[in-house]
């Protein structure tokens, strides 16, 4: 099976990104959302109609969602996380860390509004950026490799 993916993370109350990008999302197989902006996301939840995979960011309270998770894509397992927890501002060795104990070849995580994609040590490390500075990943792959596309949303 060949994935497309849309990746997003630190929406902080700009839902205009959001609205703009429903149509692309539907047209994904899923929309990963690395945390910060879920209660914005949640308005929005019955417009989207493929399968999420959410976490909470640190900015997210009083929900019930967890702080991980995971997806299998194929042949591949990713984890998704906010990365705050793994102080992925300093570096990615924590991330790097639970990558491994958790047997994935995929990380999707935020947190830094940063785009970032890089493969180390074998794991490729996404962040989509924040969707609030209008940054926001296209990921495609077969299900064994994968590739990064840093998307902007335009104004109408």
């Known amino acids: 099976m060949n994935y497309k993916i849309i990746v997003i993370s630190d929406i902080h109350y700009g839902s205009d990104n959001l609205v703009r990008i429903i149509p692309l999302i539907n047209e994904a197989n899923y929309l990963i959302f690395c945390g910060d902006g879920l209660r914005e996301l949640m308005l929005f939840r019955d417009e989207i109609k493929v399968p999420m995979v959410c976490v909470k960011g640190n900015g997210d309270y009083n929900t019930n969602i967890a702080e991980n998770a995971s997806i299998v894509l194929g042949q591949s397992r990713a984890f998704v996380t906010h990365g705050h927890r793994q102080s992925v501002r300093k570096n990615i060795s924590l991330l790097l860390d639970a990558a491994r104990l958790k047997e994935c070849q995929l990380v999707f995580f935020g947190h830094t509004h940063v785009y970032y994609d890089y493969i180390v040590k074998g794991i490729h490390f996404i962040n989509p950026g924040a969707l609030c ?9 077969d299900g064994q490799n994968f590739v990064s596309q840093q998307c902007i949303v335009h104004e109408p």
């Open 133 to 141: 500075e209008g940054s926001y990943a296209l990921v495609t792959g």
